[in-house]
């Protein structure tokens, strides 16, 4: 049965065959002619492929993961737009309702930014003008350097302000315990409690009793301690400044840093080819699409005329 079915169909194609052949040699015609570039504007590549570096993942997700993000941005779309004025370029009016929509739309066919399978960004652009997708793929990795520096530039700043704030309260704390130890000391002589101690300690076993060394052992009683305490609380308080300061001077220098951001794999390059169409796979698609529909069409027409 099966084999009869063929046979029928090879009789049936067979019969059309005149028909099928002139609407797909039409159809090859029609490729050809809709894919010419007076009707179908050939667009051409720019690409370019890198490896994000100098940035610091906010949470579990890669640098790749994370500076896609940041090429995902608002500002960055909004920059590129501006400086090649791409409303005017896509013919799209800006005051129009849905003008964004539109806007959107274009850029998200003719810019792609992917992650690929080796953790690196490809960034790839197309446009009707070589020179103008050679020149969008350098301005998307200029943008994207100089949104993270203003990422890593803002975050240094709120570290740097952070740490001149604790030195500032250190400092004032610090300022306070010397004017209290600088008191005692002024008022009850008590400048370095373990050498005045020994010095008074060795002036009475050589039968020294004078009033001034009696007045200078009963100072160093009440206020001996409470010197010596200031002091070690002032020292600890200095090597907190200390470190504070450190990190304040790196903080400083983390955002005066002239980084790039990205390590170019593959660099962008004006195309001398045209990217899209491709002539001839539109013109097979048309033609081996008119030629099923063809046969499928003349089966039909016969099985109906044999019921």
Sequence with gaps: MINMNWILIQQYLTKHCRTIGILTLIASVLGVIVSLPAIMKPKYKSRVVFYPSNIKPYSKESETE??????????????????????????????????????????????????????????????????LAYDMTNAIVKFYNKKVKQLHEGKSNEVAALYLVQMQQLQHHIDSLAIINQSIRVRYGVLDFDIQVEQASKAALNGNNSSEAQMLLTNLAKYGNE?????????????????????????????????????????????????????????????????????????????????
């Design 227 to 307: 010197s010596q305490n200031l002091s070690i609380q002032i020292n600890g308080l200095r090597k907190e400044y200390t470190k504070s300061l450190a990190f304040y001077f790196n903080a400083l220098r983390e955002r005066n840093n002239k980084f790039t951001y990205c390590n170019i794999i593959i660099s962008p390059a004006m195309a001398d080819k045209k990217h899209y169409p491709v002539r001839w796979l539109i013109v097979l698609t048309m033609a081996l699409s008119t030629l099923l529909l063809s046969c499928v069409g003349a089966i039909i027409i016969e099985v109906r005329k044999q019921q």
């Design 66 to 131: 994370q500076a896609l993000q940041i090429m995902e941005a608002s500002d960055i779309r909004d920059s590129v737009i501006a400086q090649f004025d791409l409303y005017k370029h896509y013919d799209i009016a800006p005051n129009k309702p849905a003008s964004l929509f539109y806007m959107n739309g274009m850029y998200a066919e003719n810019i792609r930014i992917n992650k690929t399978g080796y953790e690196a960004l490809e960034v790839v652009v197309v446009d009707e003008d070589p020179q």
